[in-house]
């Protein structure tokens, strides 16, 4: 059995990320009529950086789905600094159902990937931040009347467009097959092999991705506007020299009026009022940044149920059932444990 992960918007296919939203709704819809974690098998929620809406939309989930999420500090842990990360994986892939990480590099959560048998959740890396944009595509799916709609829909995203928000609008927009447009200063814009791939999958799926120092043009006619702080976390350090060029990229009431008349605005929040935001957009009436961090909650448990199920984890898991699939041991019989 092939153990699959989820590091980045593209480790789904157009298909499966479908799936996923789909059972988001009816997740969502009964909250309480799924405990595939029944146990209860826990899932290790780790965190290098700081965190709200990443440790109690996954420690929620995972006891809404009758689970026990093992909060995990990062910096007590000391992951890849007190020990490997190769090694921190062998212990949890042995005791976990599955492993939810906040960190850094991109790297890391690969590596940890490869050595365990249980499913790896990236919870935000420097590159990508998966798991909010499909909250954000489930926020949109709803608003517009379904996951099909998503297809042709524009999304506008305004300033830091080398950030893993803007990287992870790319991938998972195009896989939903949206019309993505990232609007960021020149000396801000994605990674070119994130860019590359993103054009690769909407030629797949007949979504569009494009970057842009055009505010206007950006905004035009757009159903989705969403922006993210100019300074994400790591960054800290250069906050002062982070303004100057954004600040153009301010999504205001004169941005919000040149996109679609029923466009919703996102942020993944924090929110910095009065910086990448006004007031009046992010606490106005197109605002759904509240039903956004809502929906983190029910379209990750959507994922870790998709997940577990690909992973051998039974549909219905009977009070004291035991799984021989996610057994601890079975790290060791992949070669992967010690
Ligand atoms: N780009 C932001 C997202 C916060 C949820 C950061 O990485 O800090």
Redesign the pocket.
Known sequence: MTVRHFLKDSSVSPGEQAQILNLALKVKAHRWNRRPLTGPRAVAVLTD?PTLRTQLSFCVGVAELGGYPMFVDGKLAGVGQRESVADVARVLGRQVSAIVWRTYGQDRIEEMAAHVNVPVINA?T?DF?PC?VLADLLTVAEHRGGVKRLRGAKLAYFG?GA???AHSYLLGGATAGMNVVIATPDGYRPKAEILTEAQAIAEVTGAQVSVTADVAAAASAADVVAT??WV???QEGDAAARRAPFVPFRVDDALMAAAAPEAIFLH???AYRGNEVTESVIDGPQSRVWDEAENRLHAQKALLIWLLRQAGLKRVAPAGSYDAAMMPSAGAAMGVGS
């Open positions: 950086k935000l420097d931040h909010q830091d950030n893993n928000m993210d702080t994400s976390m790591g993944c929040l924090p």
